[in-house]
Protein backbone atom coordinates (compact mmCIF):
# COMPACT_ATOMS: atom_id res chain seq x y z
CA UNK A 1 0.00 0.00 0.00
CA UNK A 2 1.03 3.30 -0.93
CA UNK A 3 0.50 4.75 2.31
CA UNK A 4 -1.33 8.46 3.00
CA UNK A 5 0.07 11.06 0.47
CA UNK A 6 -0.07 14.57 0.88
CA UNK A 7 1.33 17.41 -1.35
CA UNK A 8 2.66 19.45 -1.45
CA UNK A 9 5.43 18.92 1.00
CA UNK A 10 6.76 21.97 1.41
CA UNK A 11 5.06 24.96 0.96
CA UNK A 12 6.37 28.46 1.37
CA UNK A 13 3.49 31.73 0.68
CA UNK A 14 3.12 35.63 1.47
CA UNK A 15 0.47 36.77 3.72
CA UNK A 16 -2.71 37.06 2.30
CA UNK A 17 -2.01 33.99 -0.18
CA UNK A 18 -4.07 31.29 -0.36
CA UNK A 19 -2.95 27.79 0.63
CA UNK A 20 -4.57 24.83 -0.58
CA UNK A 21 -2.86 21.33 1.34
CA UNK A 22 -4.12 17.68 -0.77
CA UNK A 23 -4.20 14.50 0.94
CA UNK A 24 -5.02 11.14 -0.42
CA UNK A 25 -5.79 8.83 2.36
CA UNK A 26 -5.03 4.94 1.83
CA UNK A 27 -7.89 3.06 0.00
CA UNK A 28 -10.74 1.63 1.88
CA UNK A 29 -9.97 3.96 5.11
CA UNK A 30 -13.87 5.51 5.92
CA UNK A 31 -11.76 8.25 8.44
CA UNK A 32 -10.02 10.85 7.15
CA UNK A 33 -8.06 13.99 9.69
CA UNK A 34 -6.45 16.81 9.50
CA UNK A 35 -3.71 17.43 12.03
CA UNK A 36 -1.49 20.79 12.64
CA UNK A 37 1.59 20.38 14.40
CA UNK A 38 3.82 23.47 15.94
CA UNK A 39 6.10 24.29 18.37
CA UNK A 40 4.07 25.55 20.95
CA UNK A 41 0.92 23.84 20.56
CA UNK A 42 2.11 20.51 19.96
CA UNK A 43 -0.36 18.05 17.51
CA UNK A 44 -3.53 19.74 17.19
CA UNK A 45 -6.59 17.79 15.68
CA UNK A 46 -8.74 20.09 12.88
CA UNK A 47 -11.03 18.60 11.37
CA UNK A 48 -12.33 14.76 10.65
CA UNK A 49 -13.98 12.92 7.96
CA UNK A 50 -16.00 9.89 8.04
CA UNK A 51 -17.04 8.56 4.81
CA UNK A 52 -16.58 11.96 3.01
CA UNK A 53 -18.92 13.87 6.10
CA UNK A 54 -17.35 16.45 8.35
CA UNK A 55 -17.91 14.99 11.84
CA UNK A 56 -15.62 17.68 13.98
CA UNK A 57 -14.46 20.60 12.47
CA UNK A 58 -14.46 22.13 16.36
CA UNK A 59 -10.60 22.37 15.84
CA UNK A 60 -10.29 24.77 13.06
CA UNK A 61 -9.13 27.57 14.04
CA UNK A 62 -10.85 29.93 12.08
CA UNK A 63 -12.92 30.95 9.89
CA UNK A 64 -9.95 31.28 6.90
CA UNK A 65 -9.50 27.95 7.44
CA UNK A 66 -11.68 25.04 5.46
CA UNK A 67 -11.80 21.51 4.86
CA UNK A 68 -13.56 19.39 1.96
CA UNK A 69 -13.68 15.53 1.18
CA UNK A 70 -15.48 14.90 -2.13
CA UNK A 71 -14.61 11.64 -2.34
CA UNK A 72 -13.06 8.96 -0.80
CA UNK A 73 -9.61 9.31 -2.36
CA UNK A 74 -9.38 12.79 -1.65
CA UNK A 75 -9.68 15.48 1.01
CA UNK A 76 -7.94 19.42 0.76
CA UNK A 77 -7.64 21.84 3.47
CA UNK A 78 -7.42 25.53 2.62
CA UNK A 79 -6.23 28.54 3.92
CA UNK A 80 -7.25 32.17 3.06
CA UNK A 81 -5.75 34.46 3.95
CA UNK A 82 -2.91 32.75 5.19
CA UNK A 83 -1.04 34.55 7.69
CA UNK A 84 2.41 34.02 9.25
CA UNK A 85 1.30 32.41 12.16
CA UNK A 86 -0.63 29.55 10.29
CA UNK A 87 3.02 28.48 9.69
CA UNK A 88 3.46 24.55 10.62
CA UNK A 89 3.58 21.16 9.59
CA UNK A 90 0.23 19.65 8.20
CA UNK A 91 -0.38 16.33 8.73
CA UNK A 92 -3.33 14.18 7.26
CA UNK A 93 -4.11 11.01 8.93
CA UNK A 94 -6.48 7.83 7.79
CA UNK A 95 -7.90 4.94 10.16
CA UNK A 96 -9.94 2.22 8.85
CA UNK A 97 -14.09 1.55 9.58
CA UNK A 98 -13.87 0.11 13.61
CA UNK A 99 -12.21 -2.81 13.28
CA UNK A 100 -10.86 -2.96 16.44
CA UNK A 101 -7.87 -1.78 15.48
CA UNK A 102 -8.38 1.85 15.36
CA UNK A 103 -5.19 3.04 14.30
CA UNK A 104 -4.41 6.16 12.34
CA UNK A 105 -1.68 6.07 9.77
CA UNK A 106 -0.39 9.36 9.31
CA UNK A 107 0.89 11.13 5.95
CA UNK A 108 4.46 12.58 5.47
CA UNK A 109 3.18 16.16 6.26
CA UNK A 110 3.41 19.45 4.61
CA UNK A 111 5.82 22.61 5.57
CA UNK A 112 3.82 25.46 5.36
CA UNK A 113 5.52 28.76 5.66
CA UNK A 114 3.68 32.14 5.44
CA UNK A 115 6.00 34.88 4.99
CA UNK B 1 -11.22 15.62 30.34
CA UNK B 2 -8.03 13.35 29.04
CA UNK B 3 -4.57 14.26 28.70
CA UNK B 4 -1.30 12.77 28.29
CA UNK B 5 2.36 13.21 30.07
CA UNK B 6 5.50 13.12 28.40
CA UNK B 7 7.65 14.48 31.43
CA UNK B 8 10.76 14.03 29.99
CA UNK B 9 11.62 16.68 26.93
CA UNK B 10 14.27 14.82 25.80
CA UNK B 11 16.98 11.81 26.86
CA UNK B 12 19.46 10.34 25.71
CA UNK B 13 20.78 6.51 24.81
CA UNK B 14 24.47 5.52 23.92
CA UNK B 15 23.82 2.42 20.90
CA UNK B 16 23.10 -0.78 21.99
CA UNK B 17 21.94 0.20 25.24
CA UNK B 18 18.62 0.55 26.43
CA UNK B 19 16.09 3.41 26.85
CA UNK B 20 12.67 3.67 28.88
CA UNK B 21 10.51 6.73 28.31
CA UNK B 22 7.62 7.62 30.08
CA UNK B 23 4.46 8.50 29.70
CA UNK B 24 1.33 8.55 32.05
CA UNK B 25 -2.45 9.68 30.97
CA UNK B 26 -5.51 10.57 32.90
CA UNK B 27 -8.79 9.01 31.92
CA UNK B 28 -12.01 7.84 33.70
CA UNK B 29 -12.59 6.10 30.93
CA UNK B 30 -11.90 2.11 31.34
CA UNK B 31 -11.62 0.97 27.17
CA UNK B 32 -9.80 3.07 25.36
CA UNK B 33 -6.09 2.04 22.77
CA UNK B 34 -2.40 3.63 23.77
CA UNK B 35 -0.09 4.39 20.99
CA UNK B 36 3.64 5.11 20.58
CA UNK B 37 4.50 7.32 17.22
CA UNK B 38 7.86 7.96 16.52
CA UNK B 39 8.68 11.59 14.42
CA UNK B 40 12.13 11.21 13.00
CA UNK B 41 13.74 14.29 11.37
CA UNK B 42 12.05 13.65 8.50
CA UNK B 43 8.82 14.48 10.44
CA UNK B 44 6.62 11.81 9.12
CA UNK B 45 4.75 9.78 12.42
CA UNK B 46 5.25 6.47 12.24
CA UNK B 47 3.24 4.14 14.80
CA UNK B 48 5.98 2.22 16.74
CA UNK B 49 3.07 0.12 19.19
CA UNK B 50 -0.10 0.01 19.90
CA UNK B 51 -1.93 -1.60 23.30
CA UNK B 52 -5.54 -2.24 24.17
CA UNK B 53 -6.02 -1.03 27.50
CA UNK B 54 -8.55 -4.46 27.52
CA UNK B 55 -5.53 -6.57 27.60
CA UNK B 56 -3.16 -7.53 30.15
CA UNK B 57 -0.40 -8.20 28.16
CA UNK B 58 2.19 -5.97 27.31
CA UNK B 59 2.58 -5.23 23.24
CA UNK B 60 5.55 -5.97 21.68
CA UNK B 61 7.31 -4.86 18.42
CA UNK B 62 10.95 -6.13 17.81
CA UNK B 63 13.13 -4.53 19.93
CA UNK B 64 9.59 -1.63 21.42
CA UNK B 65 7.82 -3.39 24.01
CA UNK B 66 5.61 -1.32 26.36
CA UNK B 67 5.04 -1.92 29.88
CA UNK B 68 1.31 -0.23 30.69
CA UNK B 69 -0.08 -0.32 33.95
CA UNK B 70 -3.53 0.33 33.75
CA UNK B 71 -3.77 1.13 37.05
CA UNK B 72 -1.56 3.46 37.65
CA UNK B 73 -2.34 5.08 34.41
CA UNK B 74 1.08 4.47 32.98
CA UNK B 75 2.54 3.55 29.53
CA UNK B 76 6.30 3.25 29.26
CA UNK B 77 7.68 2.70 26.15
CA UNK B 78 11.12 0.59 26.30
CA UNK B 79 14.08 0.47 23.08
CA UNK B 80 16.17 -2.25 23.12
CA UNK B 81 19.40 -2.20 21.67
CA UNK B 82 19.22 1.08 20.73
CA UNK B 83 20.45 2.46 17.09
CA UNK B 84 21.20 5.48 15.39
CA UNK B 85 17.72 5.50 13.59
CA UNK B 86 16.16 5.37 16.61
CA UNK B 87 17.18 9.07 17.29
CA UNK B 88 13.22 10.72 17.12
CA UNK B 89 10.42 12.85 18.74
CA UNK B 90 8.27 10.23 20.42
CA UNK B 91 5.01 10.70 21.39
CA UNK B 92 2.10 9.11 23.55
CA UNK B 93 -0.89 8.87 22.54
CA UNK B 94 -4.33 8.20 23.53
CA UNK B 95 -7.85 7.07 22.69
CA UNK B 96 -10.95 5.96 23.68
CA UNK B 97 -12.37 3.41 22.02
CA UNK B 98 -14.73 4.17 19.58
CA UNK B 99 -13.95 7.95 19.29
CA UNK B 100 -12.02 8.15 16.09
CA UNK B 101 -11.50 11.71 16.56
CA UNK B 102 -10.17 12.08 19.70
CA UNK B 103 -6.07 10.96 19.78
CA UNK B 104 -5.14 12.67 22.16
CA UNK B 105 -1.11 13.64 21.84
CA UNK B 106 1.39 14.19 24.69
CA UNK B 107 3.96 16.87 24.04
CA UNK B 108 6.66 14.42 23.11
CA UNK B 109 10.42 12.90 24.19
CA UNK B 110 13.25 13.64 21.49
CA UNK B 111 15.64 10.69 22.00
CA UNK B 112 19.23 11.13 21.24
CA UNK B 113 21.47 8.07 19.92
CA UNK B 114 24.86 8.56 20.60
CA UNK B 115 27.60 5.83 18.97
Known amino acids: DAGVIQSPRHEVTEMGQEVTLRCKPI?????LFWYRQTMMRGLELLIY????????DSGMPEDRFSAKMPNASFSTLKIQPSEPRDSAVYFC?????????????FGPGTRLLVL | AQTVTQSQPEMSVQEAETVTLSCTYD???????LFWYKQPPSRQMILVIRQEAYKQQNATENRFSVNFQKAAKSFSLKISDSQLGDAAMYFC????????????FGKGTKLSVKP
Open chain 2, 93 to 104: AYRRRGSQGNLI
Open chain 2, 27 to 33: TSESDYY
Open chain 1, 27 to 31: SGHDY
Open chain 1, 49 to 56: FNNNVPID
Open chain 1, 93 to 105: ASSPQNTGKETQY
